[in-house]
């Protein structure tokens, strides 16, 4: 599966994936407001093998196939002294 991979320009490391280049209609309205402008940053193409940096392909996979678009947003900050979260893939 083919992806394109949109960063906002207002929200740092918040990332929308998109099934179709450019189409930004499956994306709700409050959701565009909210992210603000969008630069294109990447086309890949998606795998149950593919690994990616902090989301599950397999997971971005489904998103796309659901709705037309994944988000990906900033991972939670975690205070000095503290664990962060494991990540379940």
């Known amino acids: 599966m083919i992806c394109h991979i949109y960063k906002s320009l207002s929200k740092a490391d918040t990332y929308v994936y998109l099934r179709d280049a450019g189409g930004f ?13 969008l630069a294109f940053v990447m086309e890949i193409q998606l795998s149950a093998e593919r690994r990616l940096a902090r989301e ?3 997971v971005v996979m ?6 037309g678009f994944h988000l990906q947003f900033p991972p939670p900050l975690v ?4 664990a962060a979260p494991a990540v379940v893939d």
């Open 25 to 37: 209609d499956c994306l709700p309205t409050a959701v565009r407001e909210s992210i603000g402008k």
């Open 56 to 58: 599950s392909a397999l």
């Open 62 to 67: 489904e998103h796309l196939e659901r709705s």
């Open 79 to 82: 205070p000095p002294g503290h």
